[in-house]
């Protein structure tokens, strides 16, 4: 939804009510702009480019000339009248032209640094109309379509030009909605809608129709990737939904209550068309360019998607419904009562999965997904200027098809397109002791051998998966949290409002990926040979490599305390403070099917991996506030200072896996101080452990100076000059943390949600 569309914009972090489902961490509501019998309308332009910004950290450290960057981003909105006071438009139209500067930064390979900038080209149009048809029922119509290609894009500061990929995404929404008033006490609102999302993931020149399996490899080096992009596929998700709420206030009744009682329904499909890594990957353990004399400098691995690409339809069906209650028991107290009961209908194909034998479910059916929801609002006092709220609710998360779609083709256990390595189970261990690698598919070096691998996996034939295969798990249920909150607000005097709030979210029976054919490896060097137990041979049959499954097995613990103080505009000025201690732990960093990487044969270990959660932030504050200037005419200045801890990471060494279970991941480093060295060294106290480190803290300061015209009628012209970054703060990504890479605890790269010091100019015209 473009900015200048929205009337309105809502976001709910928790608590929120019954009438929300398929979600514990948020709800985002926009309610965009209508027409009225007056015309309205805006013309807006925001203009920057790399005049206006100053260079780089990295590219300044290393006297890199600046990126050619700009961003201009233009259009306009109109809403009036159909036929006046019965049917009304509103109109919105936008453009965006972005190259955003990008400093490839390569400490091992200083030749291969540079600037470049990645492109977006969007236009985006948003249309609405209102009808009232007459004084009971109104309905409506809105439609919102973008396109936003990106015809280059660099994923991240490691790249050569040659890796670098592209994008096309054209996207559409519409919805229709029909409002009846029964009576005075009641009003239904039903609404349809339909999505559609068609994104070509790639690289250039795989959007321009060249063959993948006809590309160059991908050459991922230890501290840099090269040649083609592997990445080559199409996603088409559709959906069409439905929903009905019936709202009823009913005064009088042991008080004042509002109810609502609804119902839900959502189909969403997925077709995924896939190509990646048909030209495949090999896997390098030096930085070093490719000599046919250095055994050090060819691949240890090849990954390669075979025998062909991937093409299938996913489709679901997920329905909700609620029912509640906003109960004013007496003028100083507020009870929200409320229910809501959701399931999915989400099959998956398990006809080849044994863990289905002797089942008679045909996919996991988690039927039992009730969710309680209570709360309320007490004034402590006649005047209601202090007050306590708090409640308590159960949240159900949708499955997202992301976990599931791998079951469907490339990790099946029979198929006709899946990534395969060799070898299989491990890496070539030639190549790191400085001896030529002895797999077929890598004596030659970098080259895919076509025709070794074609006989192998002829193309178009359906066969078994000889590298991972994902099983579906029949005792899967959907993940769920528990949320608690306990807070209070207290006016002070007529313009201060202060607020502090306790809140706690348990979120449970999070996926875990479970490894079903682990291994041990002969020695505790990472090289060594993994030998897998196939403890299913005798049931299914033998198995190549890794077969995994989702667990419910996933636990994260978040609590916060926020602190709020806000001054409502008076004597020309405004503001806002506010801050969290927040604290997430537990034994995965995301619950997002994270793998089990301390798993040991059957036991998963996961006390192991008790640590911070990925978005674990400590301290997060944020100031914000405006001055109306006085004795100006309409001059403003605004500004928004930010900052925050950083996010964990972790300390490892990949050279071993000294508990010999086929995972380097968790190889942590033991508790200490270690830093790296040379250039933008970093150092941290780690407390051991998964996530034990704290990467770079974050601060931010942005400010805005502009002046509002007004001409006759209604009219308005406001120029604004923002200023991104004033200070030029440059805010660093986590560095690297494993100690076998040459970049350990290097800063290489800045966030990019952190500028550098940037000016943008903007103008917009109201009427």
């Known amino acids: 939804m473009p900015v200048e569309a929205v009337q309105e914009f809502q976001l709910l972090t928790s608590q929120f009510d019954a009438e929300y489902g398929l979600a514990s961490g948020g709800i985002v509501n926009s309610v965009s702009k209508a027409g009225t019998n007056q015309y309205h309308g805006s013309a807006f332009l925001f203009f920057q480019d790399e005049k206006m910004a100053t260079n780089e950290y990295f590219a300044r450290r290393d006297g890199l000339p600046e990126a050619e960057t700009q961003q201009q981003q233009w259009g ?17 139209v936008e453009r965006v032209v972005l190259d ?58 490691n790249h050569t030009p040659s890796r670098h990929e592209a994008e096309l995404d054209v996207d559409w929404t519409v919805v229709g909605n029909l409002s009846s008033v029964i009576g005075t006490t009641k009003v239904n609102t039903f609404r349809v809608s339909a999505v559609k999302e068609d994104v070509f993931f790639g690289n250039p020149a795989f959007n321009s129709g060249r063959d993948q399996r006809e590309l160059p490899p991908l050459l991922d080096h230890l501290s840099f990737e090269d040649g083609q992009s592997p990445r080559a596929s199409r996603r088409l998700d559709v959906a069409y939904g439905a929903d009905n709420v019936f709202a009823w206030f009913l005064p009088g009744k042991g008080g004042d209550h509002d109810m609502k009682f609804g119902v839900n329904y959502l189909y969403s499909s997925l077709r995924l068309q896939d190509y990646g890594n048909q030209n495949g990957t090999f896997v390098f353990s030096a930085d070093l360019p490719f000599d046919r004399n250095n055994p050090r400098t060819y691949p240890e691995r090849l990954s390669i998607r075979v025998p062909g690409a991937l093409d299938f339809l996913m489709k679901g069906h997920f329905i909700g419904m609620f029912a509640q209650d906003k109960w004013k028991v007496r003028n100083n107290l507020t009870l929200s009562l409320g229910a809501r009961y959701d399931f999915e209908i989400l099959p998956t194909p398990n006809q080849d999965n044994p863990l289905f034998a002797g089942k008679q479910e045909e996919y996991p059916r988690d039927m039992d997904n009730v969710s309680p929801r209570v709360g309320f609002s007490w004034a402590l006092d006649d005047s209601r200027r202090s007050a306590v709220r708090g409640g308590f609710g159960v949240f159900y998360q949708r499955t997202a098809y992301t976990f599931l779609t791998g079951m469907y083709g490339t990790n099946a256990r029979f198929s006709n397109s899946f990534t395969v390595n060799f070898p299989t189970n491990n890496v070539d261990p030639g190549p790191r002791a400085g001896t030529f690698p002895t797999d077929p598919r890598l004596v030659n070096g970098p080259v895919v051998d076509r025709a070794l691998i074609d006989s192998l996996f002829p193309p178009g034939s359906r066969v078994r998966n000889g590298g991972t295969v994902r099983f579906d798990n029949p005792d899967r249920k959907n993940a769920w949290a528990r949320q608690y909150s306990l807070g209070y607000e207290r006016q002070l005097g007529t313009n201060i409002g202060i607020s502090v709030d306790y809140i706690r979210s348990e979120q449970r029976n999070q996926y875990i990926l479970k490894e079903l054919n682990p291994g041990i490896r002969d020695t505790t060097l990472a090289s060594s040979t993994l030998r897998r137990t196939n403890p299913l041979i005798g049931v299914v049959g033998d198995w190549a ?42 034994n995965t960093a995301t619950g997002q099917a994270d793998a089990a990487s301390s798993q040991f044969l059957g036991d998963l270990n996961l006390d192991a991996d008790i640590g911070p959660t990925t978005v674990d932030r400590p301290h997060i504050l944020t100031l914000s506030g405006n001055v109306d200037v006085p004795k100006t005419g309409g001059l403003k200045l605004s500004a928004v200072f930010s900052a925050r801890t950083g996010t964990p990471f972790t300390l490892t060494d990949t050279t071993n896996d000294l508990d010999r279970n086929g995972f380097t991941a968790n190889e942590y480093l033991p508790a200490g101080t270690y830093s790296g060295t040379s250039n933008d060294a970093y150092t941290v106290e780690y407390a051991g452990g998964r996530a034990g480190g704290r990467g770079p803290n974050y601060q931010r300061l942005d400010v805005r100076a502009g002046y509002r015209f007004r001409l006759a009628g209604q009219r308005t012209v406001d120029a604004f000059l923002d200023v991104f970054n004033v200070t030029n703060q440059p805010n660093f990504a986590n560095p690297v943390g494993d100690r076998r890479q040459p970049t350990f605890l290097r800063i290489t790269s800045t966030l990019d949600e952190s500028p550098t010091r940037t000016a943008q100019l903007n103008l917009r015209f109201g009427f």
């Open 76 to 92: 306009g909105t109109l809403g009036g009248p159909i036929v006046k006071d019965k049917a009304h438009y509103f109109a919105s």
């Open 100 to 157: 955003a500067g990008v400093t490839t930064n390569v400490p091992t390979r200083p030749d291969l640094n540079r600037t470049d900038f990645e492109s977006t080209r969007v236009w985006n149009t948003y249309i609405r109309g209102d009808h009232q048809l007459n004084a009971g029922n109104t309905y409506g119509l809105r439609f919102l379509r973008e396109t936003s290609p990106q015809p280059l894009q660099i994923q991240d500061t």
């Open 545 to 586: 490599a890794s077969v995994v499954t989702l667990v419910n097995e996933g636990e994260i613990n978040y609590q916060t305390i926020q602190v709020s103080g806000t001054r409502r505009l008076s004597n020309h000025w405004q503001g806002r403070l506010s801050y969290a201690f927040s604290r997430g732990r537990g």
